[in-house]
């Protein structure tokens, strides 16, 4: 596993990391047992970065994860975030309510700082202001955290975290799907030495390449309840394209690939060809998916050809059918 430096974190951290939304039971239930495979099986392919969220189950992620790090002999960089959870979101920020939520976060991993929190998909009109900047400022100096960053929807928002001096990371919605990023924001966060965390870098499963039109999700998943947007941003699941054109998109993204090159390789290694992006966060419901994710690291950059047809098609025939902004 390579790694690469996650901006002004200073972290070096694997170029495949975790996600572990799905470890807070929110795609459907994860046995204990399966949890500790999951996270057992990243550590052993060298992944040593794991995206978590305070609400993601509501604290289970985190406390799964925190479980865990107690096993460990070397602590793997974990990044939760803070902004969705209690009575926060939308209008409900203050300097004690983000804290006191960052407070559950550390308890729940068991750590003495938070090496790095994300503002989770803060409304616009509070990025704006600059004041929760302000903030994660000051618990970074009490100690509290380490590090801050921001999770974001889109581009728009991406820019206005840039303005923030000490932001040390973007996680964005980034895969062959979704391109936007490559030139309206990779070179800004270059610049300002952010690393870039790349999300749904499977388009929640659509580039995993096993991904068929009569696939049912269990009533808990998002791919079930909030494949239109009906529970939160229409741009987030499946990148915001509707299922069954996904797919079909999906397939005719196969055809252009060399035999010895499966979809889901192309995919991440699309991500990791990027220079500015420090680790891919792909979701796994098992450890062989930890296994497949995390083996991309050791293959080669795709040939120019192949990246100039992946660039034309995205611009093409999928742009145009993602949902929400961009
Ligand atoms: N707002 C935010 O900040 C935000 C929002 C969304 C996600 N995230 C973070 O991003 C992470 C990734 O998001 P995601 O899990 O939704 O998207 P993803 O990585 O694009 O998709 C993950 C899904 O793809 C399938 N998959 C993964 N590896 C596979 C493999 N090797 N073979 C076949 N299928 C495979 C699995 O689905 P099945 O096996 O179930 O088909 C898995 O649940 C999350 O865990 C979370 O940490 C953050």
């Not at 970074?140 to 932001?167: K, N, R």
């Not at 950059?301 to 034309?312: C, D, E, N, Y």
């Amino acid at each position: 596993m390579k790694k690469r430096t996650l901006g002004k974190t200073g972290f070096e951290v694997s170029e495949i990391g975790l996600g572990c939304w799905q470890l807070g039971n929110d795609f459907g239930p994860v046995e204990d047992s399966e949890a500790k495979a999951i996270l057992d099986s990243a550590a052993e392919q060298g992944i040593n970065l794991f995206d978590t969220a305070d609400v993601y189950g509501g604290g289970v992620s985190e406390q799964r994860i925190g479980d865990w790090l107690k096993t460990q002999k070397t602590k793997p960089v974990v990044i939760t975030k803070v902004g969705r959870g209690g009575d926060l979101f939308p209008d409900g920020y203050n300097k004690n309510s983000v804290r006191k939520s960052l407070e559950g976060s550390k308890a729940r991993l068991g750590v003495e700082s938070l090496d790095l929190v994300q503002l989770h998909c803060i409304p616009p009109e509070m990025l704006k202001t600059g004041e929760i900047f302000s903030w994660m400022e000051a618990f970074q100096q009490e100690g509290l955290i380490t590090h801050y960053g921001a999770s974001v929807e889109t581009i728009e928002d991406a820019l206005v975290c840039c303005q923030s001096d000490s932001l040390a990371t973007l996680q964005i919605i980034f895969n062959i799907f979704r391109q936007d990023a490559v030139d309206k924001l990779l070179p800004i966060a270059e610049q300002k030495n952010i690393g870039i965390i790349a999300r749904l870098p499977l388009a929640s499963g659509l580039l995993s390449g096993r991904m068929q039109k009569n696939r049912t999700f269990s009533a808990q998943d998002h791919r079930n309840y909030n494949s239109d947007g009906a529970a939160f941003n229409v741009g987030e699941t499946f990148n915001g394209l509707p299922f069954e054109l996904g797919v079909d998109l999906a397939d005719q993204v196969k055809t252009m690939l060399p035999s010895d090159m499966n979809l889901l390789q192309c995919s991440l290694r699309w991500l990791l060809d990027q220079p500015q992006v420090s680790t891919v966060i792909s979701g796994a419901s098992s450890s062989q998916q930890v296994i497949s994710n995390a083996l991309t690291s050791d293959l080669p950059p795709l040939s120019q050809v192949l990246s100039a047809k992946l660039q034309t098609f995205y611009q093409e025939q999928v742009r145009q059918h993602i949902r929400g902004e961009i």
